[in-house]
């Protein structure tokens, strides 16, 4: 079994920023991925280009942020010039038609322009708070993500394992993959037939909630079922006063995630269940899709 360990939000914070380049460096982090219209995207982009071996994709953005396109272009996803606040948000318009998919789409095809402007090359593509999960976003998620090379794009949410989450979170991510198995049957038989498709573990731990002895029985769990390609989901980082102020809200731990990262064992103990780190972009060059 191959495992990706990733990093959610490069850009989002310096501090942020700062601890996930030092989990690839020191750790077992392999890729991340980036969003674009965040205010420390810029930071993130020079991050990358100094390290050329850290794997990026796109962080599809369509919450709480700014847009990358001017407001007036995308009138329903925003109000006072950024993102609605909250992924219920965002669905509960969604779900009333007020929540315009191809304003959506717009933006999105902006955000990949940007990461490309910013000289990154994608390997893959997943969505902040999951939004690009949504039904009739979904295939256009997809096609972008085809134009782009990229054959790797977040859909399944893994779990439980025992003991993980809580019974709030296990919801969600039933919830979650319904939406997703929706916005699946959606995507066109070609596109689907390109994608690669991979679990994605860590949604029941996220912000720092997961643990070695954790992530190890996740993983003992789907290789156990045969299962070939998982990607680990992280929100690793520092924790600074900015990125405090800004998104102390969340509850995140994002020390937590960057330790984890860090562990000194989990080398050894991947190793010896067969168990091979990678990333995105090494699976897609074997796979011929860059």
Known sequence: ????FHA????????????IVEAHA????????????????????????????????????????????????VPTLVTGGRFWPSHATVFARYATGRWSVAEA???????WERLAALGIRSSHCDGHQHLHLLPQ????????????????????????????????????RVAVNGVAA??????????????????????????????????????????ARGVELVEVMLHPGHRDAETERKYG???????????????????EALARRGIEPTSFRALAAHAGAL
């Open 8 to 19: 959610d939000d490069f850009g989002l914070t310096r501090a942020v920023n700062a601890g």
């Open 105 to 111: 789409a717009a933006e999105t095809a902006a955000q």
């Open 26 to 73: 020191r750790g077992l982090l392999r890729s991340t991925s980036l969003m674009p219209s965040a205010e420390a995207a810029e930071d993130a982009a020079a991050l990358a280009r100094s390290v050329p071996d850290l794997d990026v994709g796109l962080h599809v953005t369509l919450v709480e942020e700014r847009p990358l396109l001017p407001a007036e272009r």
């Open 182 to 223: 929706l916005g699946w049957r959606r995507v066109p038989l070609a596109d689907r037939d390109a994608m690669l498709r991979f679990v994605t573990i860590g949604f029941l731990e996220a912000g720092g909630r997961l643990t070695s002895a954790r992530l190890l029985a996740a993983l003992d769990h789907f290789r």
């Open 137 to 172: 976003l979904f295939p256009r998620i997809v096609e972008l993500a085809r134009r782009h090379g990229v054959r790797f794009v977040r859909t399944w949410l893994g779990g439980p394992a025992a003991g993980a989450g809580s019974t709030v979170r296990r919801a969600t």
């Open 249 to 267: 809200h969340w509850g995140y731990r994002w020390d937590s995630d960057r330790e984890l990262l860090l562990d000194p064992t989990l080398p």
């Open 1 to 4: 079994m191959k495992v990706v």
